[in-house]
Nanobody, 123 residues
Framework: QVQLVESGGGLVQAGDSLRLSCAPS????????VAWFRQAPGKEREFVAG????????YSTNSVKGRVTISRDNAKNTVYLQMNSLTPEDTAIYYC????????????????WGQGTQVTVSS
């Protein structure tokens, strides 16, 4: 298994931006697709964005299209989630997850998870 560490969350105001980071502990991301999920209180964990192992293909859910960019820097062994024009509806714990090769949009497709980072957007 791969241990993942997220960072970059915080309390921001509506309209602000945040960049979340995800890095593996003790190994590289080589060959792994990485996805970001989020879970708001009382709601199921939902897919936000994903990036293939090569970085050549990215995915994002409709609710964040145009506001969110996922990228990876393999030299820094880190995956980023840039979020712009944040709204209170983006408030959630954000998790990164990794699996070999391809992105899946369902949480059950991943066994490697981070502990999550809280994002709170005030109105």
């Amino acid at each position: 298994q791969v241990q993942l560490v997220e960072s970059g969350g915080g309390l921001v105001q509506a309209g602000d931006s945040l960049r979340l980071s995800c890095a593996p502990s003790g190994r590289t991301f080589s060959g792994y697709a990485v996805a970001w999920f989020r879970q708001a209180p009382g709601k199921e964990r939902e897919f936000v964005a994903g990036i293939s192992w090569s970085g050549g293909t990215t995915y994002s859910t409709n609710s964040v299209k145009g506001r969110v960019t996922i990228s990876r820097d393999n030299a820094k062994n880190t995956v980023y989630l840039q979020m712009n024009s944040l709204t209170p509806e983006d408030t959630a714990i954000y998790y990164c997850a990794a699996r070999p090769l391809s992105v899946l949009t369902t949480p059950s497709g991943y066994i490697n998870w981070g502990q999550g980072t809280q994002v709170t957007v005030s109105s």
